[in-house]
C-alpha cells in the first residue's frame, strides 16, 4: 500500500502543476486510496492488459504517463487493469558494439534502465508508478538529471533500485525489453488487450471499459459515454 507521505506529495506538490485548472486539487487522491476502490475484486483473468511502450524522454509519453495514466490510480479503474509499462520504445542495440542507442540520448537509456529496475524491484504497482510518474515529471520539465530526488519525496527506498542499476547496468537491462518492440510511428504506443489503440492513447479508458467482460463494472465506465467521450 502506498504511505500517506507519497499520496500526499503527489496530492500537494506534484499534481498542482499540471493539474493548475482543477478546481479542487487539495481533494485530487492519486493511487486509488479512495475508500471505495477496495470493493471491487474482479478475477485476475477479467483483468484488461493496458500495455504502453514509450520512451522515458519523449515528450508524448512524459505527458500521457503523468496526465492521462494517472487517472487509473485515482478511480476505481486499476482495479480491472494489468498494467504492463515498457520504456525502450525505438532504442535499439547497436550491433558492432553491443551498445545501446536511445532516441533522445544517453539520458534517456539511464532514465529507462532506472524505470525498468523500479519495475523488477516492486511488483507493487502503486510504488513502481509513483516512482516513473516523478521520473517523467522531471522529463517534461527538463530536470531528468535530479531524478535521484524522487526516491526523498516520495519516501520510496533507493538502495534496491540502485543496486538493480549498478548490477545489470543498461546494457543488460534493455536487452531484454527491446526486442519487445519493434521501431515505432509514434509513441506512446497503447495497447488494450494486446490490440493498439493508435492515436486515441488518450482515450484508453473507454477502450479499457469496452474490453471488461467482469463485474461488477467499475464507477469510472459508468460514466464515460455520456459525460466525458
Ligand atoms: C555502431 O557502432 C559502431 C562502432 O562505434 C559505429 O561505427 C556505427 O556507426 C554504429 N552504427 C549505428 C547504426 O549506430
Ligand atoms: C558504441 O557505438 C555507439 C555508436 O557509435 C557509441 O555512441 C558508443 O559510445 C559505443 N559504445 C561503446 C561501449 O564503445
Ligand atoms: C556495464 O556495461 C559496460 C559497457 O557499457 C561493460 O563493460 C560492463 O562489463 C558492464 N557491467 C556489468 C556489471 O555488467
Ligand atoms: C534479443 O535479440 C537479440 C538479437 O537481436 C538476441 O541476441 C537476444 O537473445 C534477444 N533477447 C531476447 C530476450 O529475446
Ligand atoms: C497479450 O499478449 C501476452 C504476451 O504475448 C499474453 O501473455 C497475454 O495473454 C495477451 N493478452 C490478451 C488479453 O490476449
Ligand atoms: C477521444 O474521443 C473523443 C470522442 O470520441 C474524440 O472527439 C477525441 O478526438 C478523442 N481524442 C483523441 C486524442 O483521439
Given at each position: 500500500?502506498?504511505?500517506?507521505?507519497?499520496?500526499?506529495?503527489?496530492?500537494?506538490?506534484?499534481?498542482?502543476?499540471?493539474?493548475?485548472?482543477?478546481?479542487?486539487?487539495?481533494?485530487?487522491?492519486?493511487?486509488?486510496?479512495?475508500?471505495?476502490?477496495?470493493?471491487?475484486?474482479?478475477?485476475?483473468?477479467?483483468?484488461?492488459?493496458?500495455?504502453?511502450?514509450?520512451?522515458?524522454?519523449s515528450?508524448?509519453?512524459?505527458?500521457?504517463?503523468?496526465?492521462?495514466?494517472?487517472?487509473?490510480?485515482h478511480?476505481?479503474?486499476?482495479?480491472?487493469?494489468?498494467?504492463?509499462?515498457?520504456?525502450?520504445?525505438?532504442?535499439?542495440?547497436?550491433?558492432?558494439?553491443?551498445?545501446?542507442?536511445?532516441?533522445?540520448?544517453?539520458?534517456?537509456?539511464?532514465?529507462?534502465s532506472?524505470?525498468?529496475?523500479?519495475?523488477?524491484?516492486?511488483?507493487?504497482?502503486?510504488?513502481?508508478?509513483?516512482l516513473?510518474?516523478?521520473?517523467?515529471?522531471?522529463?517534461?520539465?527538463?530536470?531528468?538529471?535530479?531524478?535521484?530526488?524522487?526516491?526523498?519525496?516520495?519516501?520510496?527506498?533507493?538502495?534496491?533500485?540502485?543496486?538493480?542499476?549498478?548490477?545489470?547496468?543498461?546494457?543488460?537491462?534493455?536487452?531484454?525489453?527491446?526486442?519487445?518492440?519493434?521501431?515505432l510511428?509514434?509513441?506512446?504506443?497503447v495497447?488494450?488487450?494486446?490490440?493498439?489503440?493508435?492515436?486515441e492513447?488518450?482515450?484508453?479508458?473507454?477502450?479499457?471499459?469496452?474490453?471488461?467482460?467482469?463485474?461488477?463494472?467499475?464507477?469510472?465506465?459508468?460514466?464515460?459515454?455520456?459525460?466525458?467521450?
Amino acid at each position: 500500500m502506498v504511505s500517506p507521505k507519497l499520496a500526499m506529495i503527489f496530492a500537494l506538490t506534484l499534481l498542482p502543476f499540471l493539474f493548475i485548472n482543477k478546481s479542487d486539487a487539495a481533494s485530487y487522491y492519486p493511487f486509488g486510496l479512495h475508500g471505495d476502490g477496495a470493493e471491487v475484486a474482479p478475477f485476475a483473468s477479467q483483468k484488461v492488459d493496458l500495455s504502453v511502450y514509450y520512451a522515458s524522454l519523449s515528450q508524448p509519453s512524459a505527458t500521457f504517463i503523468v496526465k492521462n495514466l494517472e487517472e487509473i490510480f485515482h478511480s476505481d479503474l486499476i482495479n480491472i487493469i494489468n498494467l504492463h509499462l515498457v520504456p525502450w520504445a525505438n532504442a535499439y542495440v547497436n550491433k558492432t558494439n553491443q551498445s545501446i542507442i536511445c532516441q533522445n540520448g544517453p539520458d534517456e537509456c539511464e532514465l529507462n534502465s532506472l524505470e525498468t529496475c523500479a519495475l523488477n524491484v516492486w511488483n507493487d504497482v502503486s510504488k513502481h508508478y509513483a516512482l516513473i510518474y516523478c521520473f517523467e515529471f522531471l522529463a517534461i520539465e527538463g530536470r531528468q538529471k535530479n531524478w535521484q530526488d524522487c526516491f526523498s519525496q516520495l519516501d520510496l527506498p533507493e538502495e534496491p533500485v540502485l543496486n538493480c542499476y549498478t548490477r545489470e547496468n543498461a546494457t543488460e537491462i534493455g536487452q531484454k525489453y527491446i526486442n519487445e518492440t519493434a521501431p515505432l510511428e509514434f509513441l506512446p504506443l497503447v495497447m488494450v488487450n494486446n490490440e493498439s489503440i493508435g492515436k486515441e492513447y488518450e482515450n484508453f479508458t473507454r477502450y479499457v471499459c469496452e474490453a471488461y467482460r467482469g463485474t461488477p463494472v467499475p464507477a469510472a465506465c459508468n460514466g464515460w459515454s455520456t459525460n466525458k467521450f
